[in-house]
């Protein structure tokens, strides 16, 4: 679980960094790239694992041996020194739901802005 999260930390740190730039305001691009970010640096961080799920244990076995693979978000260091804790998964958990948050938010902005716009262009007709 480590390593999900640190690849997924990565992309989602400069996503709210972004989002505190812009003053809390979040485009559709935002909303469908940040995700999509995260999932490419998770698939980079654990792509040492990967070989285990194919059923290529010998590559998996050989890939766990060597320092090498501390090009992807130090994969060999954290596999060394990695400690079992739920703190992963509330960490993880965490950046998933402010991300629903911030998609919860834009949507609640928009149909205010659209119902504005509706209720403002009654009252012209009327």
């Known amino acids: 679980m480590n390593q999900i999260v640190i690849g997924a930390a990565g992309p989602f740190l400069v996503a709210i960094l972004i989002y505190a730039f812009r003053r809390g305001r979040a485009g559709m691009p935002f909303l469908v790239l940040t995700p999509i970010a995260m ?3 998770t698939l980079w961080a654990t792509a040492p694992d990967l070989p285990r ?3 290529r244990k010998d590559l998996y076995d050989r ?3 060597d320092p090498r693979t501390n090009i992807f978000l130090f994969h060999y260091t954290i596999d060394q020194t990695e400690t079992d ?3 992963w998964v509330v960490a ?3 950046m998933v739901a402010s991300l629903m948050l911030i998609a919860w938010r834009e949507l609640h902005r928009a149909e205010t ?3 504005r716009a509706r ?3 009654w009252e012209r007709r009327h």
């Open 39 to 41: 999932l490419l640096g």
């Open 85 to 87: 804790s739920a703190w």
């Open 113 to 115: 802005a659209a119902r």
């Open 119 to 121: 209720d403002a262009a």
């Open 53 to 55: 799920l194919i059923g």
């Open 92 to 94: 993880f958990l965490a």
């Open 63 to 65: 890939l766990a041996r």
